[in-house]
Structure formats: C-alpha cells, structure tokens
C-alpha cells in the first residue's frame, strides 16, 4: 500500500486489461467466486481499503499481476497475505515475474505464469483442481519450486489472432467501470516499437 509509482500511464484513467481479462477468462471456465481488486477503483485514495484486505487476505488463492514498478508493492502483498494464509496459493504474472521468477519464488509465490497467461491460467486451473495437481511439468507457461529447485516449462506460444479474437471481454464490475474516462479497444499485443532500450 506504498504511494503510487507516476509514469506516462498515470495521466489518464485507462481500464485496466491483463486481470479484468484473466477473470473474464476465469469467469468463463466456471469459476464463480473471482473478484480482481485494483486499489485505483476499488480502494480508498488510490490505497487498498481494510474491505480490500479481508477479502485478499481470506482467499484461497492469490493472484498477482505485476509490471516492474509495481513490483514492490505486489511482493509485499504476497507477503502478508503468506503470513496470513501459509496454506493459500500465490500465483504471479506479469512482465516482471516473467524475466525475474526467482525474486517472485524468494517472496512466497508458488507459480508463475511467465508470458501471455489466459490459456495457461485455465490450463493451470483445471491441473489444479484435478486429482493429479502435484505434476506441472505439463504445463508449458510457468515456473515453480520442486524440491528445493527453480522449475521452468516449455515457454508456451504466443496466442494467435484468431485465439486472441475468441477470447472473452474483460470483466470490468461497476465499481471499475465507473472510475473510467475513457474506453480502450486492443486489436493487437504488444509494443509496435523497436527500441533499443528493451
């Protein structure tokens, strides 16, 4: 719950896209009791409310998505939350857990998703609710501990324009659908540029 990072991105109220997204994806395969939580829409001040934190804190799971500047903050949530539920399970992504599992796996996550995450996540999910959810290693996407060791799958493909196509919508509830001014319509992913810097 650390002051907001400023960047370009802070000057405008664009909607949210990876976890509305993933809960769409969820939502989707049946999962009912899914809530993304933004402290931007559903906080107090920008901050996650006490409301916020008895909802994370109670759930079975924990799912974070994390760019570089926002990764302090989501370890230390991990954190807390590993603290609060040590049984609860903590699955991370984002651009940051992707090129840094370790420092992910160091915090108390137990999986992360490491590039595009809707197919892998439902993947994940039915693994995880099956009677076989102690072997990963079939599923191509992700890193988790075993034994003491970093594990890391087959990277998983990149989703193709008609997959993208059938993804569902983001699922954006009232409370973020009303902190919005503007609408954001993707019809391609990632960056267009070639920069060095990168």
Known sequence: NGDPGIDIYSL???????????????????????????PLFH???????????????????????????????SQSLIKLYKQNHPGGLVIAGGPDPTFRPNSWIDVGTDIIVMGEGEETLRELTDKLTSQDYRNLDGINGIAYRSNGELKVTHPRRLLTGDELGQLPQPYYDQKTRAGLNVGVTETTRGCPHDCDSC
């Not at 934190?53 to 924990?62: C, T």
């Open 12 to 38: 405008f109220s664009l909607p949210p896209r990876s976890l509305p997204t993933l809960e769409a994806v969820l939502r989707y395969s049946g999962w009912k009791d899914v809530q993304s939580i933004n």
């Open 43 to 73: 906080g107090i001040n920008g901050k996650l409310s006490q409301e916020n934190f008895r909802r994370i804190l109670s759930s079975d799971s924990l799912l974070v998505s994390a760019i570089t500047r926002t990764a302090p903050q």
